[in-house]
């Protein structure tokens, strides 16, 4: 006999109730939640800490914490960076004099913004601070800021410090959880330099160039005359341009706008210029999300190829003509084809730099991810030292670190658990792997050292023998009729 199966329906004011149970549960998980990561303001500028997935990382432990300077509250008060804080007041009272302007002045303009920089940090680290408090560390922190990236473009020898603390220094001041409101900078920056709004991001702009400085190289004669052809043909436009009478002054667009866009702080700064900007300057495109367009059609999930297995392949690198992150580009030719990277220096404070921007790229949560995706196709073009050292001879790895061994545990550490995004530099890699897999052209170019030491063989031996014969018709006269030697005539006795 089948065992009977009770159903219970349970009624409407159950569910509600139920349904109530739950949403008390779910409001206090969120609220134990934001007590345990802070309240961030929505929509503003926000300066995480760094995730914890990151931080358990053991190769890259040192490269979120600051070595010689604080900013801001995360890093405040430790005992190993008291030395700088005395500095901090002297560095702050030049700020002041030199600017001309009164100390009260100064200090009222960095209040007024101290209620908005509080909710750019977890509330955790923020809490106890006073607000006099909070706001004298703004104050000083930024006027640090900025008077040291002065006196780096301006005027050096009032750092009076040595080189090695100055890139200690630099590199502190790049550090995701080391960061100051940009809106805190900019006000002093609107007093200290007489701006209108204050917008003086060119103050950081020697310093940019200087991390990300591009080697000099040689153009190639193609490239010579694709300049030269670009020159005429842009004279010839701006001829057409004179005599046309339908131009329009262009409207402003959204290009502006992304460029002039007030960062939240310093590294976004960075990461901005060379690659949220880099999106206009180097290839045209108008907004960041139409960088996508192309590749989007379809992600890539192949196989990577090391340097020295792609340069066999017949794949020659090139470094990018600029040095944005972005700029990364394949060119196929008739047999091989040229791979086309920005260049990078790698020194003491590349890691920690590209851990930090790969830190600020992960907290925000979108697509915008090309310092992670640079960083893992580097590493999917390094396994040993010899990718190193094949990318270091075309100029695409500028390397002060030490080895080429060295280099390429440096780009396998950073990239421990990382996932570039899909679509990034999806067609560059369909295209590398095409011309990988192209049975013929690999064909061609492992046989064609053989085939070109036969040819060069030969051709020595056949040259030798069109020398001889050249030689040998130069002193034997031809006939002139027949094409033939003239034999010198023989003493002939003829009989009668």
């Not at 990577?304 to 030719?333: E, N």
């Not at 192209?438 to 030491?453: E, F, M, Q």
């Amino acid at each position: 006999m089948p065992e009977k199966i009770d159903i219970v329906i349970a009624d409407h004011a159950s569910l509600q109730q139920s349904t109530s149970r739950f949403d008390e549960w779910l409001k206090s998980m969120m609220d134990r939640k934001r007590e345990q990561t802070g309240n961030y303001q929505l929509g503003g500028p926000i300066i995480p800490r760094v995730p914890p997935t990151f931080r358990k990382i053991e190769n890259n432990s040192g490269c979120y914490d600051p070595s010689v300077v604080s900013i801001g509250p995360y890093h405040h008060g430790k005992p190993e960076l008291k030395e700088m804080e005395d500095n901090k007041v002297t560095f702050a009272s030049q700020f002041v004099m030199e600017s001309q302007v009164a100390p009260d002045t100064m200090f009222c303009k960095v209040e007024g913004v101290a209620s908005n920089a509080r909710k750019c940090y977890t509330e955790d680290s923020t809490r106890k601070f006073e607000d006099k408090e909070f706001s004298q560390m703004m104050f000083l922190d930024g006027c640090f800021i900025l008077h040291f990236f002065f006196c780096l473009s301006e005027q050096p020898e009032k750092l009076k410090m040595s080189n090695h603390h100055v890139s200690l220094v630099a590199r502190d001041l790049f550090l995701l959880e080391n960061q100051l409101p940009f809106e805190v900078l900019l006000e002093l920056m609107s007093l200290r330099f007489n701006i209108q709004g204050g917008e003086r991001v060119d103050l950081f702009e020697p310093f940019f160039k200087h991390i990300r400085s591009m080697p000099p190289r040689r153009e190639s004669c193609r490239e010579k005359l694709s300049k030269n052809l670009a020159t005429i043909s842009s004279f010839f436009r701006s001829l057409l341009k004179l005599f046309s009478s339908t131009d329009h002054p262009k409207s402003p667009t959204n290009e502006l706008t992304a460029i002039h866009r007030k960062p939240a702080h310093l590294l976004e700064l960075f990461h901005n210029k060379f690659v949220a900007r880099s999106i206009i300057d180097a290839a045209g495109v108008k907004d960041h999300k139409s960088w996508y367009k192309d590749d989007s059609r379809k992600s890539w999930s192949g196989r990577y190829y090391p340097a020295k297995d792609l340069r066999k392949a017949g794949i020659h690198f090139k470094p990018s003509k600029t040095s944005l992150f972005t700029d990364v580009s394949f060119t196929p030719t008739l047999l091989a084809g040229r791979l086309y990277i920005p260049p990078l220096r790698i020194d003491d404070s590349t890691k920690p730099l590209l851990l930090n921007l790969v830190a600020y790229e992960a907290c925000l949560g979108t697509c915008d991810d090309w310092v992670t995706s640079y960083v893992c196709f580097m590493d999917s073009l390094i396994d040993h030292h010899k990718d190193v050292k094949e990318l270091r001879s075309k100029g695409i790895l500028i390397s002060t670190l030490g080895s080429d061994k060295q280099v390429a545990e440096l780009f396998n550490e950073i990239s421990d658990y990382l996932v570039p995004n899909p679509y990034a530099y999806s067609k560059v890699k369909r295209d590398i792997e095409n011309h990988y897999r192209n049975g013929i052209k690999r064909w061609i170019l492992h046989y064609k050292g053989p085939t070109y030491t036969f040819i060069f063989k030969y051709s020595f031996i056949f040259g030798l023998i069109v020398t001889a014969i050249k030689a040998y018709v130069s002193v034997v006269p031809m006939n002139p009729v027949f094409g033939v030697c003239k034999m010198p005539a023989a003493n002939v006795t003829l009989y009668p």
